[in-house]
T-cell receptor
Framework: SQQGEEDPQALSIQEGENATMNCSYKTSINNLQWYRQNSGRGLVHLILIRSNEREKHSGRLRVTLDTSKKSSSLLITASRAADTASYFCATDLSGGFKTIFGAGTRLFVKA | SAVISQKPSRDICQRGTSLTIQCQVD?????MFWYRQQPGQSLTLIATANQGSEATYESGFVIDKFPISRPNLTFSTLTVSNMSPEDSSIYLCSAQGTGPTGELFFGEGSRLTVL
């Protein structure tokens, strides 16, 4: 079953703009991860944020986590056409070993 | 990191037949998982492939329909049995890294079309 809900479902922006995607989840987690999937390809891990962290950066990516609201956001700054992909949040449930994926956001960056 | 090879990458199958998907990891990993992804949709966990023992299936998935093998720490197979058009999907193998991040590595997926 899916743990996370993401919004927006789809996002279209111009190159250079920032893209923000949000994820909400239902149960307690150990950590939350974001993945990218290019069309027809497997998923690539982007960043992980632990339940005791509030913000994390990696290059043009910034992830926030609010455990009180059970939500996370992924910000991609200065987007590029190559960022066009689907982005999924994924949660590792407390006490478990499996990773559950959210519904995903389709990002389209226009050159 | 881990590199995961899956085959076949795609196949067209007839209703009622079975197909086995192979997943090879280039290093030993503890956890391996199989996911299903309908086109344009998210990933749904089918099962955790346990080395040397029966796989752990998620709700809605059963061993008779999706038998899984994991004979060692680098290899697993998923069989989709008695296929119907509803089984048309992308099947993804993943492995959990041994580093502190716990990230998952994915194969490129196997796209099955059942006629």
């Amino acid at each position: 079953s899916q743990q996370g809900e993401e919004d927006p479902q789809a996002l279209s922006i111009q190159e250079g703009e920032n893209a923000t995607m949000n994820c909400s989840y239902k149960t307690s987690i150990n950590n939350l991860q974001w993945y990218r999937q290019n069309s027809g390809r497997g998923l690539v891990h982007l960043i992980l944020i632990r339940s005791n962290e509030r913000e994390k950066h990696s290059g043009r990516l910034r992830v926030t986590l609010d455990t009180s609201k059970k939500s996370s956001s992924l910000l991609i700054t200065a987007s590029r056409a190559a960022d066009t992909a689907s982005y999924f949040c994924a949660t590792d449930l407390s006490g478990g070993f499996k990773t559950i994926f959210g519904a995903g956001t389709r990002l389209f960056v226009k050159a | 990191s881990a590199v995961i090879s899956q085959k076949p990458s795609r196949d067209i199958c007839q209703r009622g037949t079975s197909l086995t998907i192979q997943c090879q990891v280039d290093s030993q990993v503890t956890m391996m998982f199989w996911y299903r992804q309908q086109p344009g949709q998210s990933l749904t966990l089918i099962a955790t492939a346990n080395q040397g023992s029966e796989a752990t299936y998620e709700s809605g998935f059963v061993i008779d329909k999706f038998p899984i093998s994991r004979p060692n720490l680098t290899f697993s197979t998923l069989t989709v049995s008695n296929m119907s058009p509803e089984d048309s999907s992308i099947y993804l193998c993943s492995a959990q890294g041994t580093g502190p991040t716990g990230e998952l590595f994915f194969g490129e997926g196997s796209r099955l079309t059942v006629l």
